[in-house]
């Protein structure tokens, strides 16, 4: 048998990776599949979404560039690259980052390192590509600590997006039980201003992926994060 909880106890960071697509748009997503194989030449390897915007143009370019995030990154920046995809906007307007001589960007923003990667060779493992590639440059940016995703899900209560290698179906929720768990949250709250009715606290709702706060004390139920596309199932309730 698997038991997939045993997955969760494997240990990882979290970095934006980057590439040029064939018309050399600028794209790039979340993963947490970085890491270091080899010392002599130095290479690494990253596992992407076969569907990811990110991973068709690093097949066609065959050259990425990864920045790891800090301890202190937005959710807002890891919404942006995390949840939506480069097919729907252009991720980098708005964005601090540079070019590598080659052209391919690293995001500088909340990032303490950047690498350059030439692509050896490409491994196809089902729903994933493995790239393996030498590094040509890298750069430190930041003395911060490095964001694991450990900390991701303990402490800012991020999520894993489908696509993610470490996505594992949550129990689902049906739009009934949401509709409930909404009531009993306005209802639990509408307790709580009688029990403190000298209590001015404001009710808002805060999306657990990118940090995006809805000021009101009923969140509409076909609500979608206007940063990452996030729906209601994603929102918790908050005094503001
Ligand atoms: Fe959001």
């Not at 076969?50 to 919404?79: C, P, Q, Y």
């Not at 949250?185 to 209590?199: I, L, P, Q, Y």
Request: net charge negative.
């Amino acid at each position: 048998m698997i038991d997939k909880k045993a997955f969760h106890t494997v240990s990882y960071g979290l970095y934006i990776i980057e590439a040029l697509d064939g018309d050399g748009r600028k794209v790039g997503c979340i993963a947490n599949t970085f890491q270091q194989v080899a010392s002599n030449p130095p290479t690494v390897s990253i596992a992407l979404n076969k569907d990811n915007a990110t991973s068709k143009a690093i097949r066609a370019t065959g050259v990425f560039s990864v920045s790891v995030l800090s301890i202190n990154a937005t959710m807002e920046l890891i919404g942006r690259f995390g949840f939506k995809s480069s097919y729907d906007i252009d991720k980098y307007e708005g964005i601090s980052y540079e070019l590598w001589d080659g052209g391919v960007p690293y995001v500088v923003e909340d990032c303490i390192a950047a690498f350059e990667t030439t692509v050896q060779d490409t491994l196809d493992v089902g729903s994933h590509l493995l790239f393996v590639g030498a590094v040509t440059a890298s750069r430190v940016l930041s003395d911060d600590k490095a964001l694991t995703y450990e900390y991701y899900h303990s402490h800012l209560k991020g999520k894993t997006p489908p696509r993610a290698v470490t996505y594992i179906e949550e129990t689902s929720t049906s739009p009934e039980e949401n509709e409930t768990r909404l009531k009993q949250a306005a209802k639990d709250e509408s307790s709580d201003v009688k029990a403190a009715s000298s209590s001015t606290a404001r009710i808002g709702w805060r999306c657990t992926i990118c940090g995006y706060i809805y000021e009101g004390e009923e969140l509409p139920l076909d609500f979608t994060c206007p940063i990452c596309g996030a729906g209601v199932d994603f929102f918790e309730r908050i005094e503001l």
